[in-house]
C-alpha cells in the first residue's frame, strides 16, 4: 500500500459526460501527479500540483482539469467525454516539487466511456 | 522517434531465469531512470532508481545505464513466479526548471512460470 488513495475505483459513464477523480496524497507529500494510462500510449503524464498550484503541464487536453485544494487532495474532472477517454487514471504523489522524487502512486480509477 | 521506447513482450521465463528487461531513450537530457513494476490492476511501484551511467544493484535487481548509448536495463536474478507483472521504465530530467514530469516507456509484461 503506497499511502495514496483514489476513489472511485471504477467509474462507467457515457459520452458527452462529466466525472471527477479524486486523489489523496501520502501524509506529507505536497506535489500530486496525474497519469492516463492507455493500451495504445502507455503511461502518460497529464498535470502536477504543488502546494495547491499547478506546476507542469503534459499532455493533458483542454477537456480535463485539476486543481488541489488546501487539505492537499487533488481532484481530476473530465468533461464532453468520448470514447477514446476510457483509461485508467493514476494518481501519485512526492514530497517536494521535484520530477526526481520517488512518486508514489495510488491503485488508480478506470474510467469506461461507453 | 518516442522519446522512450520499450519491447512490450511478452516475456516469458522459467522460475529461476535471469531476466533482462531494456529501454532506449532519445532525450539526451535525461538525467534520471526509474524501473517501476506494475501488477495487474494495480498502481506503478517503483523498484530502482538511478542516477548516473553504471549499475545499481538491489537484491535480485540489477538496474544498469548508459548514457552514451542512451541505453537502460533491468536485470532480475533468480526470477520468481511473483515477479510476473508489467516493469516500466521512466526517466526524467531537471532542464530548465519547467519539466517536472516522467516520461516512460510503455511496459513489458512478464511471466515467470513456476
Known amino acids: 500500500d503506497s499511502g495514496v488513495t483514489q476513489t472511485p475505483k471504477h467509474l462507467i459513464t457515457a459520452t458527452g459526460q462529466r466525472v471527477t477523480l479524486r486523489c489523496s496524497p501520502r501524509?506529507?507529500?505536497?506535489?500530486v501527479y496525474w497519469y492516463q494510462q492507455s493500451l495504445d500510449q502507455g503511461l502518460q503524464f497529464l498535470i502536477q500540483y504543488y502546494n495547491g498550484e499547478e506546476r507542469a503541464k503534459g499532455n493533458i487536453l483542454e477537456r480535463f482539469s485539476a486543481q488541489q485544494f488546501p487539505d492537499l487532495h487533488s481532484e481530476l474532472n473530465l468533461s464532453s467525454l468520448e470514447l477514446g477517454d476510457s483509461a485508467l487514471y493514476f494518481c501519485?504523489?512526492?514530497?517536494?516539487?521535484?520530477?526526481?522524487?520517488?512518486?508514489?502512486f495510488g491503485p488508480g480509477t478506470r474510467l469506461t466511456v461507453l | 522517434q518516442k522519446e522512450v521506447e520499450q519491447d512490450p513482450g511478452p516475456l516469458s521465463v522459467p522460475e529461476g531465469a535471469i531476466v533482462s528487461l531494456n529501454c532506449t531513450y532519445s532525450n539526451s537530457a535525461f538525467q534520471y531512470f526509474m524501473w517501476y513494476r506494475q501488477y495487474s490492476r494495480k498502481g506503478p511501484e517503483l523498484l530502482m532508481y538511478t542516477y548516473s551511467s553504471g549499475n545499481k544493484e538491489d537484491g535480485r535487481f540489477t538496474a544498469q545505464v548508459d548514457k552514451s548509448s542512451k541505453y537502460i536495463s533491468l536485470f532480475i536474478r533468480d526470477s520468481q513466479p511473483s515477479d510476473s507483472a508489467t516493469y516500466l521504465c521512466?526517466?526524467?530530467?531537471?532542464?530548465?526548471?519547467?519539466?517536472?514530469?516522467?516520461?516512460f516507456g510503455k511496459g513489458t509484461l512478464l511471466t515467470v512460470n513456476p
Open positions: 501519485a504523489s512526492s514530497p517536494r516539487d521535484y520530477n526526481t522524487d520517488t512518486q508514489y
Open positions: 501524509s506529507g507529500d505536497l506535489s
Open positions: 521512466a526517466m526524467s530530467d531537471r532542464s530548465g526548471g519547467s519539466n517536472y514530469k516522467l516520461t
